[in-house]
């Protein structure tokens, strides 16, 4: 027996002995490995300095901090956070725990007109005192927009309108429908994640992100106004739901013949398209939907459904039967473009079409490029080029029903190329249709048409160029990029020549001064 338990211990003290040399072996490796979880620790918050912006710079009140770190990376992040249901409010709470909160903004409680301009108003005065660490923030800052390609447009707009010293190029995070936006410059169509992981990743990308010039387009509307209306201030138009890129302004030149008895002008801008027809009516009856039932439209894969099974019922599959032909494009309007300064030309358009694209970027409704890239073999596409984002131009582009819609799942398929121009005007008389439906960059409304001898006018004009992010897998290309296949150069003076008074109408979008939500709007249905 004490044989048998002498023999136990001294088995018992031998596995001991190798599990100890084992552990002291390991020792090394374990030490390492402690060392590389601090290193990941300190990795990612020195990551996050890197985007991190002190208090003094965002708040003119603040003590001014002395501080030896510069940023490579410092970004505003805006978010509306009732986007993309519980998306938006989640990267709310995750871009605050990462960042400084007050870098950090909810557009449903702060416009970015009001925090831009106090922004940029301290860093001038802070650099007119000497604070190079407030020059270097300037020059570096960058702009994450967390939203529907509504809420994009709409800061775009800010940012066009503020005229910024060094406007801050701009990162789109998708969290609307389309995502047209995003996906043009290679953020994707779907939300890359609200965990902090996620949004790690995504900054990192925004800081390696190559900075693209895209093209702004100004849309004016003028309808006559009734003689018991009033014209100067503009009254407001019942009927009329308009997006919040359109927005009422002071009447335009006193010669054009459309103001010798007063119209109501509205005015925005877009960067992606403006459309009207089959596709905008679609558009439309999703948003009523969604403003009368909300909280059916809180997943974006549930919303996407949705909008494809509103194109079955609207009828836009059986056009020919359940649309009658005196509606189509062709038969509500005239068309006029202009594709070198200064020169109007009719555009005929096919009688069959029945929506109508004016396209600034290679992506519609999701993703799909309706222009495609013309074959200069073919003589009907010998004058048209690539659609390049910052060549002046816009595509024109038409479609006869939701059948030929479906061409553009076809790697090299495309709608009816209908001009490329540097403006281009639509001419509204009365006709078989008291409205139409168009939109603007995701935003619809139904358009009353004339109903006796008057007109109504939208007219679209190149005014200017913002600045994005690209990041990669970005589809949107540029004229200016030696490997286009149509490398050229631009015009100097693409939209022609202006008058004074609507040189100074247009040189806005308005969206700094009269772009603001409505205390009743909801923030949620800016897609």
Known sequence: MFYMVNVDIFLLNVFTMRNLMRMLFQLPKLFRLGLQMDDAGSESHHSEKEFF??????LSDAAVESTSFVPE?????????????????????????LLNKNQVFDLGKEAPDKVLSRIYINLERLKLSGDEFATEIQKRLRIIVAGGDGTASWLLGVISDLKLSHPPP???????????????????????????????????????????????WHIIMRMRVPEEGACDPIAPVPELDLPHSMHPFH????????????????????????????????????????????????????????????????????ASLMHPSSRNIAQLAKFKVMKRPGHWEDLEVPSSIRSIICLNLPSFSGG????????QKKSRDRDLTAPYVDDGLIEVVGFRDAWHGLVLLAPKGHGTRLAQAHRIRFEF????????????????????????????VVEISHLGQVNMLAAPGCISKSVYDPSSPSHRQQDDDSSGELDEEESEERRKFGAAETFKLPADVDISQLS
Not at 53 to 58: D, F
Not at 282 to 290: C, D, K
């Open 429 to 456: 008389h009365k006709g078989a249709a008291d409205s139409t439906y168009m939109r603007i960059d995701g935003e619809p409304w139904k358009q009353p048409l004339p109903v006796d001898d008057d007109t109504v």
């Open 53 to 58: 912006i002190p208090n003094y710079i965002l």
């Open 368 to 375: 799909l490029n309706p222009w495609g890239t013309p074959n």
């Open 170 to 216: 701009v990162a789109t995070v998708p969290l609307g429908t389309g995502n047209n936006l995003p996906f043009s410059f290679g953020w994707g169509k779907k939300n890359p994640g609200t965990d902090p992981q996620s949004v790690r990743s995504f900054m990192n990308k925004v800081k390696k992100a190559k900075e693209m010039k895209i093209d702004s």
């Open 73 to 97: 990376c410092p970004v505003l992040v805006f978010i509306n956070s009732k986007s993309g249901g519980q998306l938006g409010g989640n990267l709310l709470i995750t871009y605050r725990g």
């Open 251 to 318: 009447r335009v030149s006193r010669t054009d013949s459309l103001n010798k008895e007063g119209c109501h002008t509205f005015r925005g801008g877009f960067w992606n398209y403006f459309s009207m027809g089959m596709d905008a009516q679609v558009s439309y009856a999703f948003h009523t939907e969604r403003k009368l039932h909300p909280e059916k439209f809180k997943n974006q894969l549930v919303n996407q459904g949705t909008y494809a099974k509103l194109v079955s019922t609207q009828g836009w599959f059986l």
